[in-house]
């Protein structure tokens, strides 16, 4: 099998969020996979197997399959149109959140994603104790949704990997109105053996269809505030949000089985 390691959602080398991808044939066991997500280590990992329509696309974290990945599409879709080739423009990815489509721009790569809203929380109690800081809203989509007052809280914010992994909820995304930029966020799922993701594009299809409400506007420019950081163009359009982003590769190698 191929791999191919890309930096997704950056234009340079170390920066974004690193991702996995593997091209296959056809689909081994899928215990084959989440073995090679675990072995792997990143936050993802890509398989994808071409079909009829384009390609059939699965997103594994080191211990579970996810519904829904953003730098790891990013990242396939740069491997599918400069390693495998693909001579198109836009291409068709057939996923668990249905149909998700890449275009490509000259460098930049746009993913048009499926709009998740989040609501209001009956109660911030558990959240505030687990983050053990104020909390300005918390709303729930796949995600948790932590609103705080400034950027300088997220970029300082210090996670308790073990009280958030206790917490009912796939994972906590804390954002605020950014400095430079129209909003910051950072991600957390200890659970789901992510820690802290780099960049997380599956974020923004909630983080987007809130900040376009509050702020009155449908394009935004965020950035995520991990160590390694990363840069997002969204613009929110109905019920899709459309992520804008560059990728590098960073190696190219073989899987011996």
Not at 18 to 29: G, K, T
Not at 64 to 79: F, I, K, M, P, R
Not at 102 to 111: A, D
Request: glycine share 8%; charged share 20%.
């Amino acid at each position: 099998m191929k791999l191919y390691q890309v930096d997704a959602f950056t234009s340079s080398l170390f920066a974004g969020n690193p991702a996995a991808v593997v091209p296959l044939e056809s689909w081994p066991d899928d215990a084959l996979l989440q073995n090679i997500a675990m072995e792997n280590n990143l936050s993802e990992t890509a398989f994808l197997v071409a079909d009829d329509t384009g390609h059939t696309l699965r997103w594994f974290t080191p211990s579970v399959e996810v519904d829904l990945c953003g730098h790891a599409t990013l990242a396939a879709a740069w491997v599918v149109f400069n390693a495998l080739g693909f001579p198109g423009e836009r291409i068709r990815f057939n996923t668990a959140s249905g149909a998700l489509y890449v275009e490509r721009n000259g460098q930049t790569l746009s993913l048009d994603f499926p709009s998740r809203p989040a609501h209001t929380v009956s109660s911030r109690a558990p959240y505030e104790q687990a983050l053990g800081i104020p909390l300005t809203e918390v709303l729930q989509a796949r995600d948790t949704l932590v609103v705080l007052d400034s950027a300088e809280q997220v970029r300082n914010f210090q996670p308790d990997f073990a009280a958030i992994g206790k917490l009912d909820t796939f994972a906590i995304m804390i954002t605020a109105p950014g400095d430079d930029c129209d909003f910051v966020s950072r991600f957390f799922a200890p659970a789901k053996g992510v820690p802290e993701d780099p960049v997380t594009g599956s974020a923004h299809c909630t983080l987007v269809p809130y900040w376009a409400e509050r702020l009155g506007k449908t394009t935004l420019h965020a950035r995520q505030l991990s160590a390694r950081g990363g840069e997002l163009h969204c613009t929110l359009k109905g019920d899709r949000v459309t992520l804008s982003g560059q990728a590098r590769c960073f190696l190219k190698g073989d899987i011996l089985l």
